[in-house]
């Protein structure tokens, strides 16, 4: 039944995380500027001259696909749309002055276009290259010059005014989300230490075991942090609300690329204590004298890990407490390898990765004033 509540909890959790996602500001911006750039194409399509104005219904289209988050993305998807849309087009006009469309052409193009697609020229518009090349010759038909021309202009119409748009109505610098959710992974690295730290102190074997699974998850907690510093990189590349604050991600890179090593030796530590609880393959013996001071020195790096505010005297406390833990833990693990003629075991591996820790938490820089 527990098991079963522990689920349930998750999803309500889940689902409370993704309804959030979906009204945040800054994705109701998105929403907003997409009406608004949509609702202008639709307006201004009918007015484009020559045979053009008979095709409205792409310029909508274009406004949409060219819409993202960041200005450079919005940018990025527009011309690899319209370059997706041309190479289709060109396929099936190649077709059209050739052998004509029939039923052996028109799959074969749809494959050509598919094959090219796949170049990485076109990023996420690839799939217009068959799809431009299968409407010109089913859709288009006696009239593909014409269509063709519609089709591609009305959607370098929507493109420019989902680009203009997301000129005039800036997105805000994803900068700040970034850096929050960097903050948030210290905090999960602090407590997954202190959670191995409650571990090895508990009685033998520890009841519970969330803090070991929870250890393969930093790995895919940092790629999405990497992604989303890209984000925020990209979301500042001639964005007019981020001038004049070129180097402002700088130490949230450099915070990352810290946590990212110190993530690597909390996975080391986890599984090895792992591996010996659990008794499985590549198990070393802890011996009865390491878990208290081992536990202690979990608890005092995880306050250093988890503190948010370098060089603070809170930092310099926490610091020097760790340091005090470390040392009695080698100390101990120095005694038992004497009295025990065996230097092997986690005790050993957890004392050198938590000094570790401890010297890349203090190269941490403070953030520059603005």
């Not at 522990?6 to 995380?17: C, D």
């Not at 805000?172 to 571990?199: C, K, M, N, Y």
């Not at 033998?204 to 250890?215: G, L, V």
Request: aromatic share 4%; with cysteine.
């Amino acid at each position: 039944m527990s098991n079963i509540t522990t689920r349930l909890r998750a999803r309500r959790s889940g689902a409370a995380l993704e309804i959030r996602e979906a009204v945040h500001p800054a994705r109701l911006l998105l929403v907003a500027k997409t009406t608004l750039a949509v609702g202008l194409a639709w307006t201004i399509a009918p007015h484009m001259p020559g045979i053009t104005d008979e095709y409205p219904y792409y310029a909508p289209l274009g406004a949409l696909v060219s819409m993202y988050p960041t200005l450079m993305g919005s940018l990025r998807s527009g011309l690899q749309t319209l370059l997706g849309l041309a190479t289709g087009i060109g396929l099936a006009l190649l077709v059209v002055m050739t052998v004509g469309p029939t039923w052996w052409t028109i799959p074969a193009v749809v494959g050509v276009g598919m094959l090219i697609s796949g170049t990485g020229w076109f990023g996420a518009a690839r799939e217009y290259v068959p799809v431009a090349a299968l409407f010109v010759l089913i859709i288009g038909g006696q009239n593909a010059d014409d269509y063709s021309l519609g089709y591609l202009v009305q959607m370098a119409v929507g493109v420019a005014i989902g680009l203009i748009v997301n000129v005039v109505i800036a997105p805000a610098p994803l900068t700040l989300a970034a850096a929050a959710r960097v903050d948030a992974f210290r905090e999960q690295l602090s407590t997954h230490l202190h959670d191995i730290g409650s571990a090895v102190s508990e009685s033998w074997p520890p009841e519970h075991e969330k803090w070991a699974n929870d250890a393969a998850s930093l790995a895919d907690t940092t790629s999405a942090l990497r992604q989303a510093l890209a984000d925020a990189d990209d979301s500042r590349r001639g964005n007019v609300r981020a001038r004049g604050r070129r180097g402002e991600t700088q130490h949230i890179h450099a915070d990352l690329t810290r946590l990212d090593r110190v993530a690597h030796l909390i996975r080391d530590i986890s599984d090895e204590i792992a591996d010996t609880i659990w008794d499985r393959p590549g198990a070393l013996v802890l011996d009865p004298a390491l878990p208290e001071p081992l536990s202690a020195a979990c608890h005092a790096v995880a306050e250093v890990v988890g503190q948010d505010e370098p060089l603070s005297a809170a930092d310099h406390r926490a610091r020097a407490e760790a340091a005090r833990a470390i040392r009695l833990l080698l100390e101990t693990v120095d005694d038992r390898t004497i009295d025990v003629h065996r230097s092997m075991g986690p005790g050993v591996l957890a004392a050198m990765h938590l000094r570790r820790i401890l010297i890349l938490s203090g190269h941490r820089e403070p953030e520059a004033p603005e």
